[in-house]
């Protein structure tokens, strides 16, 4: 069975410039996640999704970040204009419904200079 | 809210060793809890779920328990190889539905 693909694995971009990461789940899964995890820190959900649904965006910088899922399988994370703060690396996950065991993939690292 | 916090953040035995990792979280009421394990730059990799209803659950030389009484769960792992080095992380869901929310991890190294 597949795994959750991730891409770019790796990204380095100026501040204010944009960037978008891609995210295709594990097939059958009806629950996206995408977390940001900072180095040395737990990951911190930015967004959830339900089929193409939005069940929690409540952490989500939507000042700069946006997120959709596209007829509720792939996903894409945009980050317009970034902030140095924002470096960190992007983690995806998928799981059957919100709640039930999640699956991550490699996650996309981020440095903004 | 709900708080996770693993403790303590890093921690080194000599291989052979049992590993004893540790996680408690602020609200009892919850659907499950998942122990992870990630690698240097690299994602998150599911080691074991418990459902509200278990006490324990086992996989190989891994074994989590809960206590949702006190708000704890604890990965022990069996004579540690130095393989088993990684940040082992911890996950806790409210509800059905809900996000997973996560401690701080634990970074552990076995010396050979």
């Known amino acids: 069975e597949a795994g959750v693909a991730q891409s770019p694995r790796y990204k380095i971009i100026e501040k204010r410039q944009s960037v978008a990461f891609w995210c295709n789940p594990i097939s059958g899964h009806a629950t996206l996640y995408w977390y940001q995890q900072i180095l040395g820190q737990g990951p911190k959900l930015l967004i959830q999704f339900q089929n193409n649904g939005v069940v929690d965006d409540s952490q989500l910088p939507k000042d700069r970040f946006s997120a959709e899922r596209l007829k509720g399988v792939d996903s894409t994370l945009k980050i317009q204009p970034a902030k140095l703060e924002d470096s960190a690396v992007y983690l995806c996950?998928?799981?059957?419904?919100?709640?039930?065991?999640?699956?991550f993939g490699q996650g996309t690292r981020l440095t903004v200079v | 809210k709900q708080e996770v916090t693993q403790i303590p953040a890093a921690l080194s035995v000599p291989e052979g060793e049992n590993l004893v990792l540790n996680c408690s979280f602020t609200?009892?009421?919850?659907?499950?809890l998942q122990w992870f394990r990630q690698d240097p730059g690299k994602g998150l990799t599911s080691l074991l779920l418990i459902q509200s209803s278990q006490r324990e659950q086992t996989s190989g030389r891994l074994n989590a328990s809960l206590d949702k009484s006190s708000g704890r769960s604890t990965l022990y792992i069996a004579a540690s190889q130095p393989g088993d080095s990684a940040t082992y992380l911890c996950?806790?869901?409210?509800?059905?539905?809900?996000?997973?929310?996560f401690g701080g991890g634990t970074r552990v190294l076995v010396k050979p």
């Open positions: 996950a806790v869901v409210k509800a059905a539905g809900n996000k997973l929310t």
């Open positions: 996950a998928s799981s059957l419904f919100g709640g039930s065991e999640a699956f």
């Open positions: 609200d009892s009421a919850i659907y499950n």
